[in-house]
């Protein structure tokens, strides 16, 4: 049986974790330390602020000799980087893992492989599963909302991946699991129940998102790989990343691309904007700060840049993107 991340969630208050800071390097975003100092009584033995994915600096802090005397454990506390900086180094160190999402941002806590930037790109160690994951409610309700609802954005791929996943099926040959992909899409359909709930990212909604999350990793174990969650939409975005050099707030820039795609698959890309806007995802601002410019570079680039990678077959595949037909999607999504 491949390991469920839901039995190792503990919807419980951090302060449990008190006794166990002792002989633990804390891996922090610095916000997620300043809210969470309040609930936490112990100190850490050491503390190490997350800053960047990129594999240099994860190599810097792992042989760096004094963070780990006396160290037993690993523990995660933050949003994203954070957690990936704490899989990393568990997965390293070979030691015991305890991941705090201090908002919901992505699935990265679920997840049994850490994500490392080499050379600009997105890489996967391998496989890091946490003892514990928390979460604690009051502590994610402390992040700004639009971080929690945007953290929706790697469910409404489902949406994209599944329409990838099966033009891959009948264009390569692809293994598909019909009853996999059925259980991903109702996924979307009890998100779309809760959506009231992720925007006011209630304790329900803070439930609901992690048990989302958990369920979808599950499948994407069960299938074998990330089509159950991860197709163009992704391609698009590690396009656009590569391109620009940046790295964009996941779940937001997931949605922007999962919404594009869907229009450019012809695949009811007004129901997934329906679903993103009753969740209150923030990709109208992402849209902006990345710049239409830069986002249809990187959609005409994006069957190139897959192609290079070696990633899965999608509909990006089937034929060059025009620049037209780019402009239409973003057209769209802006309209
Ligand atoms: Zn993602």
């Given at each position: 049986?491949?390991?469920?991340?839901?039995?190792?969630?503990?919807?419980?208050?951090?302060?449990?974790?008190?006794?166990?800071?002792?002989?633990?390097?804390?891996?922090?975003?610095?916000?997620?330390?300043?809210?969470?100092?309040?609930?936490?009584?112990?100190?850490?033995?050491?503390?190490?602020?997350?800053?960047?994915?990129?594999?240099?600096?994860?190599?810097?802090?792992?042989?760096?000799?004094?963070?780990?005397?006396?160290?037993?454990?690993?523990?995660?506390?933050?949003?994203?980087?954070?957690?990936?900086?704490?899989?990393?180094?568990?997965?390293?160190?070979?030691?015991?893992?305890?991941?705090?999402?201090?908002?919901l941002t992505v699935d990265a806590p679920f997840t049994d492989s850490a994500a490392v930037r080499r050379a600009g790109r997105i890489h996967y160690t391998g496989r890091v599963f946490p003892d514990a994951i928390y979460v604690d409610a009051a502590l994610v309700q402390t992040a700004p909302a639009p971080l929690n609802r945007g953290g929706v954005g790697d469910l409404l791929s489902i949406h994209t991946a599944l329409h990838d996943w099966q033009l891959a099926h009948e264009r390569t040959g692809e293994p598909y699991d019909a009853a996999i992909a059925e259980q991903s899409a109702a996924l979307l359909e009890r998100l779309r129940q809760h959506a009231p709930d992720i925007y006011a990212v209630n304790e329900t909604g803070v439930r609901v998102l992690t048990e989302l999350f958990c369920e979808e990793v599950y499948l994407c174990y069960q299938a074998g790989s990330s089509r159950p969650e991860e197709g163009s939409e992704h391609h698009i975005l590690y396009t656009l990343e590569h391109q620009t050099g940046r790295a964009y707030l996941h779940g937001a820039a997931v949605t922007?691309?999962?919404?594009?795609?869907?229009?450019?698959?012809?695949?009811?890309?007004?129901?997934?904007?329906?679903?993103?806007?009753?969740?209150?995802?923030?990709?109208?601002?992402?849209?902006?700060?990345?710049?239409?410019?830069?986002?249809?570079?990187?959609?005409?680039?994006?069957?190139?840049?897959?192609?290079?990678?070696?990633?899965?077959?999608?509909?990006?595949?089937?034929?060059?993107?025009?620049?037209?037909?780019?402009?239409?999607a973003l057209e769209w999504v802006q309209s």
């Open positions: 049986m491949p390991f469920h991340p839901l039995s190792v969630v503990r919807f419980a208050p951090i302060d449990a974790l008190n006794p166990l800071l002792d002989d633990a390097l804390l891996v922090v975003d610095p916000q997620a330390w300043f809210a969470a100092r309040t609930r936490l009584a112990a100190n850490p033995r050491s503390l190490v602020r997350a800053e960047s994915l990129d594999e240099a600096v994860l190599q810097s802090i792992e042989h760096a000799p004094d963070a780990w005397a006396g160290i037993k454990r690993v523990i995660g506390l933050g949003g994203g980087t954070a957690i990936d900086t704490a899989k990393y180094l568990a997965w390293r160190k070979s030691l015991p893992l305890i991941l705090i999402p201090s908002a922007l691309c999962a919404l594009i795609a869907a229009y450019l698959q012809r695949n009811r890309p007004d129901d997934l904007r329906a679903l993103a806007d009753a969740c209150g995802v923030e990709y109208r601002a992402l849209l902006n700060e990345v710049g239409a410019e830069a986002l249809l570079h990187a959609l005409v680039a994006a069957r190139e840049y897959a192609l290079e990678e070696q990633l899965p077959y999608t509909f990006l595949m089937e034929t060059p993107l025009t620049p037209q037909a780019a402009r239409g």
